[in-house]
């Protein structure tokens, strides 16, 4: 069974810090590309940060850049994305994805497999 499941979410004041978590079958992590998107309400999904397993190189959108960090633990089967300095704007739920591909794409067509998403709310 393929499946992806976030964690870490919640409520945080503007300038702190949350970690999330995705928790990925092997079957999924086998994806090279694993990424983060989200989706505030009434807009459309939106990449945050991707990583490619064949060689760890890394990609973030200009928005989340030097606040955003993502990680891959290949033993853990787990993509984390720890977000610091935190905006009102972030608020958003926060979906992990994984694509095949051996492109980070930064739009989520590639991305075969979703996870259900996990809000992230960043209050002023």
């Known amino acids: 069974q393929v499946q992806l499941v976030e964690s870490g979410g919640g409520l945080v004041q503007a300038g702190g810090s949350l970690r999330l978590s995705c928790a990925a079958s092997?079957?999924?992590?086998?994806?090279?590309?694993m990424g983060w998107f989200r989706q505030a309400p009434g807009k459309e999904r939106e990449f945050v940060a991707a990583?490619?397993?064949?060689?760890?190189?890394?990609r973030y959108a200009d928005s989340v850049k030097g606040r955003f960090t993502i990680s891959r633990d290949n033993a853990k089967n787990t993509v984390t994305l720890q977000m610091n300095s935190l905006k009102p704007e972030d608020t958003a739920v926060y979906y992990c994805?994984?694509?095949?591909?051996?492109?980070?794409?930064?739009?989520?067509?590639?991305?075969?497999?979703w996870g259900q998403g996990t809000q992230v709310t960043v209050s002023s």
């Open positions: 994805a994984a694509d095949p591909s051996w492109v980070i794409h930064v739009t989520p067509a590639p991305y075969d497999y």
């Open positions: 092997q079957r999924t992590f086998s994806r090279n590309i």
């Open positions: 990583t490619r397993w064949s060689d760890s190189s890394t």
